[in-house]
């Protein structure tokens, strides 16, 4: 028996890897970038169900939730690269503008600082460009 404490993080990502593994042998090596890149966005309702009036019809719509929690990622720093853009994919596939993206990004300055603001906002403007990139193409 080892007096070292074993890490619960470790452990609980350990089981969720086994799990996969289960479920598919393919997500062996599961990554968020991966996940992103799978399944950039979800439908709007699926995405309505699961940030929007789903479970509270009084409460906030899909769009305010989603800005709320690019607020949330971008105050957390750029470790939340992969959420801070399908964020953005969402909070645009919910009606969101670019303009209104960008200012909770910059709202988030005062609370989060500038590095973290300044690197949210490239991931954001990452995700705009492959708008018009889409845009182009069709």
Known sequence: MSDTPKNPFAEMM??????????????ESFSPKGFEALWPT???????????????????????????????????????????????????????????IAE???QMTMFAGIPSMTRAMEFAREVFAENETKGQDT
């Open 14 to 27: 350990a089981q969720a890897q086994e799990m996969a593994k289960a479920f598919n042998p393919a997500l």
């Open 42 to 100: 979800m439908p709007k309702e699926l995405m309505e169900m699961s940030f929007g009036k789903g479970l509270n019809e009084k409460g906030l719509d899909a769009k305010t939730r989603l800005l709320l929690a690019l607020a949330g990622f971008t105050m957390l720093g750029a470790q939340n690269e992969t959420q801070i853009r399908m964020t953005v994919r969402h909070a645009l596939t919910a009606g969101a503008t670019e303009d209104e």
């Open 104 to 106: 909770t990004i910059a």
